[in-house]
């Protein structure tokens, strides 16, 4: 009985998501509900978390429930501890999501709310929930080894250099976007740049309350920071309004540009617990606080989607980035579908708190899905938008034309509505001078979830809302920004201290000073290339963040299907190989199209030609002139960028499939570096309990 | 219902770290002092700065 009421239970759970699919991707009317997203989203996880995860647990991975975890073996109370599974899920759903999932689906809006949403649902489900869920499994297998460790014991060493390399490139592509947002969203706003300043003082003053006030009372001191950034959100208003402070704030991109990046060096150097680890807490309170208030909002409220299910912008046009829908929109939505960073939190961090492999399904599995559906909730904020407003927003001026006239003007001509006298009541209603060419994503977001937000909870706060949501992104983007520099750090040191032991060692200031110095100037100089783009930086940054991402997503792959393979399970090999081959497929065609597309808003040759043949005609104005060369070059370095990621993508997976090759002829090869099994201790207690 | 609450209020302690000094104290008694002469815990504040500095070791935050 009771199973017969499960399995009706669970076809009504997916004639629901079919219903809901077919809803959101037939429809042509004007406008469609966001609560039919939501629908077609909750049950396809559920359904795929309910099948396909116990699937790949039970008869791809054969997860052993009574087979010890490292943290029991080697628990030594601090890094290795077995912990409660929901904390598990918290510590490593924390560390994943960060500002891609929000800032991702923002720009793939531009393709209208479909393509971006599908391959969201679709490329989690059955790639990055995976990756994330094997990498979990082997990582926990071999002592929460980590993906570059991994890469060199089971496919050799130069998979292993691949995913180091890998990493390093990544971050520092990642730093520079994410600094690029931020300085958008600053750029000429006295009350986002007053807020985001005033989050600095007040990590320091919780750091130092938990180091020396009131030691390790991480809930009390966290609980007086968040009460201060929402005061600096309201006292942001009160400088907006005064008349000499709020020119103190009033800055162009670049002054801010450099400010992030002194600042990203004192953070990189000044001790953790300073900075880094307060930040961490109070980004941490903000983004789960923000993503349910959000969610709540959003399902109260059910707000109607206005961007067209796909737009003319798939042809390769679209102003916020160019290129076609295929392989564009994969590249753009990293994060959300499946992300290649992931793979270095399920290796080497998460194993070692698993006090039992059965836990591995809903925390690598379940934590993707969460994220995932962070992504169609932005994805919702960006799309409920009026698309005239939403394109006017987010196109740079180097499209659209500098003036608010022209601007409207040319957003119209794409057949999207939208008036001067609109955008200023709504940069008004915002407490912002102008929200023309506020590229990168997050003043949109702000935008739809303050109109989200203000409509659910009280329409009069709709300036406090929109910088309380910039305020969000801001921190966690800083966040990622100290963090991932200080992560270049330590491999930098890593990788120096094969040369010399001295630069090698993480206290030796000197070397923190010179490592530190050269992660920064790397993401620096993007970031500043980024700043001086009249096309907004984005446009070329993010595309090469999402190619950088989805190698490394590719390489985890081509780790765990050698080790499938090397295992004798090469009739389930497809579960990863899968994913893989579409990944390859995605970054090898749009690395291709990056780098020998005619097209100069897609080529990165074409476009540095262009640059200097309208350099050479003297059909440059002279403010664009200064700085053509620098862009001239910097194309040229993007293109050989490019061409590296895909080099060493392809290199990886050669090696892992002549590894195979060698394996199924019989002939020796790499063994399984997997620790040999030992009875679990705890299980008894698990059942007596 | 008060049972609960007090079991999620654990859980969020336990989920910040605002209970790790605590739990350390609970593994020290359990496995490091099996003999007299083993050294006494870390303070509450040794503790917290060691164990910070362990946490920012590594790949700890995502895009």
Not at chain 1, 364 to 380: Q, T, W
Request: proline content about 4%; overall charge positive; charged content about 15%.
């Amino acid at each position: 009985m009771n199973r017969t009421i499960k399995t009706i239970f669970w076809i009504l759970v997916a004639v629901l998501a079919a219903f809901a699919l077919a809803g959101i991707a037939l429809n042509r009317g004007e406008s469609i509900n966001a609560l039919w997203l939501i629908t077609a989203a909750v049950c396809i996880y559920a359904i795929a978390y309910r099948f396909y995860s116990a699937w790949i647990a039970a008869k791809v991975l054969v997860i052993d429930e009574t087979r010890a975890t490292p943290a029991e073996r080697l628990d030594n109370g601090r890094d290795f501890i077995p912990t409660n599974k929901w904390i598990v899920f918290g510590h490593h759903f924390a560390a994943i999501a960060g500002p891609g999932p929000l800032i991702g689906p923002t720009l793939a809006a531009q393709f209208g709310y479909l393509p971006g949403t599908l391959w969201i649902l679709i490329g989690a489900v059955l790639g990055g929930a995976v990756q994330d869920m094997v990498t979990l499994f082997f990582s926990t297998r071999r002592n929460g080894r980590s993906l570059g460790q991994m890469a060199r014991d089971e496919i050799g060493a130069v998979g292993g250099t691949a995913a180091l390399v890998g990493t390093f490139m990544i971050m520092i592509i990642l730093i520079a976007v994410l600094g690029l947002v931020v300085v958008n969203a600053m750029k000429h706003s006295p009350w986002a740049t007053s807020t985001v300043a005033a989050t600095i003082p007040i990590a320091m003053f919780v750091g130092l309350y938990m180091r020396n006030i009131r030691p390790g009372r991480v809930l009390e001191a966290s609980a007086i920071g968040v009460g201060l950034l929402l005061f600096s959100v309201f006292a942001g208003g009160w400088i907006d309004h005064h008349e000499t402070l709020r020119t103190w704030f009033d800055h162009d991109g670049l002054p801010l540009a450099y400010a992030i990046i002194i600042y990203g060096f004192a953070a990189a150097v000044l001790p953790v617990w300073l900075l880094l680890a307060p930040r961490d807490y109070l980004s941490t309170f903000m983004k789960l606080g923000t993503i349910l208030l959000l969610a709540i909002a959003i399902v109260i409220l059910r707000p109607d989607i206005h961007m067209p299910a796909v737009t003319q912008f798939v042809d390769g046009t679209g102003p916020i980035f160019g290129g076609k829908l295929f392989p564009f929109v994969f590249i753009t939505i990293a994060c959300g579908a499946i992300s290649g960073f992931h793979a270095l939190i399920s290796s080497g961090t998460t194993p070692k708190l698993l006090s039992n492999e059965r836990d591995i399904r809903m925390i690598g599995y379940g934590g993707m899905l969460l994220e995932s559906f962070v992504a169609i909730m932005a994805m919702i904020a960006a799309t409920v938008l009026e698309p005239g407003v939403f394109f006017a927003i987010n196109s740079p001026a180097g499209v659209v034309g500098k003036e608010a006239v022209d601007a409207v003007a040319k957003v119209n001509s794409w057949g999207f509505s939208v008036t001067v006298e609109q955008m200023q009541q709504l940069a008004s209603d915002m407490g912002e001078s102008t929200l023309f060419a506020r590229t990168g994503g997050a003043p949109s977001l702000a935008v739809g979830m303050a109109s989200i937000f203000g409509s659910a909870f009280g329409k009069h706060l709709l300036a406090l809302w929109y910088h309380f949501a910039i305020m969000f992104e801001a921190i966690f983007i800083l966040t990622t920004l100290d963090a991932g520099t200080r992560v270049g750090r330590f491999m930098l040191q890593d990788m120096l201290g094969n040369f010399n032991k001295k630069l090698g060692e993480t206290s030796y200031t000197p070397s923190v000073i010179f490592t530190s110095s050269i992660v920064v100037a790397g993401w620096g100089y993007f970031l500043y290339i980024g700043v001086i783009d009249p096309n907004g930086g984005v446009n070329i940054l993010w595309p090469l963040f999402g190619i950088a991402n989805q190698m490394l997503a590719a390489i985890a792959l081509c780790v765990a299907t050698g080790i499938l393979v090397k295992s004798g399970k090469l009739r389930y090999a497809w579960v990863t190989g899968l994913p893989l081959a579409w990944l390859v497929t995605v970054t090898t065609t749009a690395a291709y199209e990056k780098i020998f597309s005619a097209d100069v808003r897609v080529g990165f040759f074409a476009a540095a030609n262009d640059m200097a043949t309208k350099l050479a005609a003297g059909a440059l104005p002279t403010d664009k002139a200064a700085v053509a060369p620098q862009l001239i070059f910097n194309q040229h370095l993007d293109a050989y960028l490019t061409m590296f990621f895909v080099v060493v993508l392809w290199v990886v997976l050669v090696d892992m499939l002549l590894l195979c090759a060698r394996y199924l002829a019989g002939k020796p090869v790499l063994k399984l570096s997997e620790v040999p099994r030992e009875p679990s201790r705890l299980v008894e207690n698990w059942v007596r309990d | 219902m008060l049972k609960k609450l007090r079991h999620l209020w654990h859980l969020f302690r336990r989920l910040s770290g605002d209970d790790a000094y605590e739990q350390y104290l609970k593994h020290h008694v359990e496995f490091h002092q099996a003999t007299v002469d083993a050294p006494p815990p870390l303070s509450r504040k040794e503790f917290f700065r060691l164990w910070q500095d362990d946490k920012w070791k590594g790949v700890k935050r995502c895009c």
